[in-house]
């Protein structure tokens, strides 16, 4: 059983660029029957839901004698569906995945009111108030719960702030190189550019959004490396903290950034010391001893009043051998991009060849009109 609200960012191409997209799951969503509770209701068990043109979220249940999580969380999505995706250029069917950190004691309900970030790829599903339970000893959720992390550290949900007046951004961060080593050598290399994006109140109640670059020349690093954990810390003489935590899926071999917090002192807020934390991130993931690059601008939502611009990101976590990036995997929106100069490249290549037909055919009957004498 599960009772919970979605919402949906993603990106995708149209003949005028790239398209940002987000969207609600609709209240007329439902779950398919290929749903299943899973053998004698030991075995794995999913959760289908599907909405739209042939768009589903699945959900997938393991257990074990003391806990059930959602291991695996996918979203396919049709591109050809215009209620959700109008103008799309491509009319193909895309899949994404994750790992997820939904986890509940056997025969109490997963509840979690504070919003969680899963992120898929291109895709990141952000759930709001959510309540699930599997392998149910009945039909009805447990009186017993098992709360999520952020509601653990955020026990009451913060009312959604004013909307905030616009702001001018920087021009782009600088990139620079951070590496991070422990006793057994790098556990991190890192080469990006950092923007933050804070929605803060000021002293007159007036709501703001602030943008500011990160500058690599006034920033200070460091770092530790465990076998679960890798950390890079960020800090400035601007009152700016920073830390990245990266973490790891064994079975899946992966890893990924998990962690996020900062803090930076305001001087013209209400509250001069904002402070945002997220432990349950599912960005910037690959395959152990792969690199991830991305060269497109990503977005990082941390919280509602937080979030981070990451440019030109490669990086790579635990498994780097002789201090260099491993094999890249691009990301989803590089990927994208790769598409429109290909075909534009493809129709030249085709008119040249069009014209250098058209010219030999033309040269042949030339010849064709003259005679020996």
């Known amino acids: 059983m599960a009772n919970f609200s979605a919402h949906f960012f993603t990106n995708y191409n149209t003949k005028s660029g790239s398209k940002n997209v987000t969207f609600d799951l609709p209240p007329k969503a439902e779950v398919l029957n290929s749903s299943s509770c899973g053998k004698e209701n030991v075995s794995d068990s999913s959760l289908v839901i599907a909405f739209g043109k042939g768009n589903t ?3 997938s249940f393991t257990r074990n004698a003391t806990r059930y999580s959602v291991q695996m969380m996918s979203f396919v999505y049709n591109l050809s569906d215009t209620q959700f995706f109008p103008n799309a250029s491509s009319k193909e069917v895309k899949t994404v995945t994750s790992a997820t950190d939904i986890m509940a004691d056997i025969n109490k309900k997963y509840r979690c009111v504070s919003s969680n970030q899963i992120h898929m790829n291109s895709v990141t599903v952000t759930f709001h108030d959510t309540t699930i339970q599997a392998y149910l000893s009945n039909n009805t959720f447990s009186k017993e719960e098992t709360r999520c992390a952020q509601d653990e550290h955020s026990p009451t949900v913060p009312p959604t702030p004013p909307h905030p007046s616009p ?15 422990g006793a057994n050598g790098t556990c991190l ?12 109140e000021k002293k007159d109640s007036t709501t703001v959004t602030g943008v500011f670059n990160i500058n690599p020349n006034k920033t200070h690093v460091s770092g530790s490396c465990t076998a679960q954990k890798v950390t890079l810390a960020l800090w400035s003489e601007s009152s700016t903290s920073l830390v990245f935590k990266f973490g790891m899926n064994a079975s899946s071999s992966r890893f990924f950034l998990e962690e996020i917090q900062f803090n930076r002192t305001l001087p013209d807020a209400k509250m001069p010391t904002f402070q945002a934390a997220n432990s349950s991130l599912r960005a910037l993931q690959a395959t152990m001893g792969n690199s991830y690059k991305c060269n497109a601008e990503e977005h990082i939502q941390v919280t509602k009043a937080f979030s981070l611009n990451v ?3 490669w990086v790579q976590a635990f498994q780097v051998e002789g201090d260099k990036f491993g094999s890249a995997e691009e990301c989803q929106l590089d990927e994208n991009n790769m598409l429109i100069p290909i075909a534009v490249g493809g129709a030249l290549a085709g008119l040249v060849l069009i014209v250098l037909i058209a010219y030999l055919i033309g040269r042949k009957r030339s010849h064709a009109g003259y005679q020996t004498i």
């Not at 290399?189 to 803060?200: D, P, R, V």
């Open 57 to 59: 979220l699945t959900l």
């Open 167 to 181: 702001t001018l951004a920087p021009e782009s961060p600088a990139v620079h190189e951070y590496n991070v080593s």
């Open 189 to 200: 290399l890192a080469k990006m550019g950092l923007q933050l994006n804070i929605t803060y």
């Open 311 to 313: 440019f030109q990101v």
